[in-house]
């Protein structure tokens, strides 16, 4: 088999740490296992490895929004995680959000922004359609990459270092707790509560050891709550048309869940948190990366 990580995104270095922490699993588990970056020419690497299966370790661009998913479908080569369609939506922050919303689905109000108003105008905009604080974020990067939290007196600071970006999502903050919930194909997984010490589950919460962000598992919540958040993830799952393993990203506040985004290719590192709550379902590391495999093989 042949693992695909690295890239060209900005989670590089994330997608890297999940290829090494997978194929070392595999490897001293038997498993015949390369890896190589994807690059242009990916069809040549596919012909010299020929691989019964690909696991796709690549995340953000490139990597995680339908374009190596196409590639690898015109191949006829099996990959595991979402097809092309449905990554290239859960990636689209704004088409994911609305597909949501049409589903009766809680998610933070939003507006777009593609730099083509005044800040002073997007600024009497934001105060008439959502009010401060709020999220700004680009609509296609992931692992809380480039997301900022604005109290209007920064708001023209956070949107001059994302103007590499055409456009970029401005939605409300919500105020609660933050929760993680984890489909494995028509299994409901499982939950993970995350506490962070900075003022949200930012990058460096996320991969930062020192960043003493506490893990609670399993989540303290009355067991019709945690079937109603479960069920959520699920069919934000179903609608998208994921497969594989997806990790959706919710805050739960006065007694609501709201969905801010899914994951069709969560990160499989040390503290990655798929892993972890598969983990406290009794399902190693093992496990779940040769249930993945075999999910993608059925797809061929």
């Known amino acids: 088999m042949l693992i695909l990580s690295g890239g060209i995104s900005k989670e ?39 691989p019964n299966v690909i696991f796709n370790a690549l995340h953000g661009q490139f990597g995680e929004d339908g374009y190596i998913q196409t590639i690898l479908d015109k191949l006829n080569i099996p990959y595991t995680h979402s097809g092309a369609i449905a990554s290239s939506i859960a990636m689209d922050k704004e088409i994911s959000k609305k597909l949501f ?54 708001l023209s600071k956070i949107l001059n270092k994302l103007k590499t970006y055409k456009k970029v999502l401005i939605e409300e903050f919500i105020e609660g707790r933050e929760i993680q919930v984890a489909i494995m194909g028509n299994k ?61 990203d919710f805050k739960f506040f006065n007694g609501n869940f709201y969905l801010l985004e899914l994951n069709t290719q969560p990160g499989m590192t040390k503290l990655s948190l798929v892993p972890e709550i598969a983990l406290y379902k009794g399902i190693t590391f093992l496990k779940l990366i040769e249930w993945m495999l075999k999910d993608a093989s059925k797809k061929k």
């Open 12 to 50: 590089r270095l994330i997608s890297l740490d999940t290829g090494i922490q997978v194929a070392k699993e595999l490897k001293k588990n038997g498993y015949k296992v390369k890896i190589s970056e994807p690059d242009n020419n990916l069809e040549k690497i596919i012909k010299f490895f020929k």
């Open 101 to 154: 919303i049409k589903n009766k689905i809680k998610t933070p109000k939003f507006l777009t922004f593609s730099y083509d108003i005044t800040t002073y105008s997007l600024i009497k905009k934001i105060n008439r359609q959502l009010k401060f604080p709020v999220v700004v974020k680009p609509l296609n990067e992931g692992s809380s990459v480039n997301v900022y939290i604005s109290h209007n007196n920064n």
């Open 188 to 248: 409901k997984l499982g939950a993970i509560e995350l506490k962070p010490k900075r003022k949200f589950y930012d990058y460096k919460a996320k991969y930062d050891l020192k960043a003493n962000t506490q893990h609670i598992i399993p989540v303290d919540l009355p067991k019709n709550k945690f079937n109603q958040l479960m069920g959520i993830a699920y069919k934000a799952h179903k609608i998208i048309g994921c497969r594989g393993v997806t990790r959706s």
